[in-house]
Nanobody, 121 residues
Framework: QVQLVESGGGLVQAGWSLRLSCAASGSISSINAMGWYRQAPGKQRELVASITSSGITNYEESVKGRLAISRDNAKNTVYLQMNSLKPEDTDVYYC???????????????WGQGTQVTVSS
């Protein structure tokens, strides 16, 4: 069993900061890329930022310079530092990890439960 548990969302004012965390636990052989996605009601989930196991990052254009993704491989944890937040950043944020479990060559996607980020103007 693999679990991704998120924390760190909340309600903040525009211009403030938040730090999201997502820890993977369970029977894990290796974790490839990890990432953060966002989803508004009635819309598709979209990538915000991702990071490879070696630390190469990728960001959605609108968040470049304001959000920073990082990971601690020893803790199987990915972070999203969110600075200079804007009302349009309001969404539910989901973490994702591409994980290989023991005795399997297959790599599959696992998702966190989602954490609400609300930015008031």
């Amino acid at each position: 069993q693999v679990q991704l548990v998120e924390s760190g969302g909340g309600l903040v004012q525009a211009g403030w900061s938040l730090r999201l965390s997502c820890a993977a636990s369970g029977s894990i052989s290796s974790i490839n890329a990890m990432g953060w996605y966002r989803q508004a009601p009635g819309k598709q989930r979209e990538l915000v930022a991702s990071i490879t196991s070696s630390g190469i990052t990728n960001y959605e254009e609108s968040v470049k310079g304001r959000l920073a993704i990082s990971r601690d491989n020893a803790k199987n944890t990915v972070y999203l530092q969110m600075n200079s937040l804007k009302p349009e950043d309001t969404d539910v944020y989901y973490c994702n990890a591409r994980i290989r479990i023991p005795w399997s060559t297959r790599i599959r996607d696992y998702w966190g439960q989602g954490t609400q980020v609300t930015v008031s103007s």
